[in-house]
């Protein structure tokens, strides 16, 4: 089983967000962020930290470089900030949601992000009629 952090995307006030806005996050290790670093980034739209994880790769190689750090100890370095990365990309991407107006509401368990995402709805749905009928209204 998985948890997944629940994000939903600022509305109006007393609307319900668009289910096919919400966004589940996956808690745990990612490969693809690990192996893909700042390209996974691009792809889930953290360009703040995309950046930055290309600007702090650029500024290490470069003092390596001038410092004639080994390219063994370099190697480690870069296999650190892959795994930190791997550890850690989902909380940046949660940090990039927060910053676009996204409020993390909820967790829920489910062995992929379909169960889980059946789990919150079906949750939802008990809160969801109070929202609709203020949809309804207006």
């Not at 290790?29 to 390209?39: I, K, M, N, V, Y």
């Not at 410092?67 to 296999?79: E, V």
Request: without cysteine; proline residues 5%; aromatic residues 14%.
């Amino acid at each position: 089983m998985a948890i997944f952090t629940v994000h939903l995307p600022p509305t109006a006030q007393g609307a319900a967000p668009a289910p096919e806005k919400i966004v589940f996050l996956r808690d745990g290790f990612s490969w693809p962020a690990f192996f893909l670093g700042p390209f996974w980034l691009l792809w889930r739209r953290a360009w703040i930290a995309a950046a930055a994880w290309t600007a702090l790769l650029t500024v290490i190689g470069l003092v390596a470089w001038k410092l004639k750090i080994s390219r063994d100890a370099m190697s480690w370095l870069g296999l650190s900030l892959a795994v930190w990365l791997g550890l850690e990309g989902e909380r940046i991407v949660a940090w990039a949601l927060a910053r676009r107006g996204y409020v993390e509401t909820d967790v829920v368990v489910g062995d992929d992000e379909e169960e889980a995402e059946m789990a919150f709805f079906h949750r939802w749905r008990g809160i969801a009629p109070q929202a609709r009928s203020g949809e309804q209204d207006a």
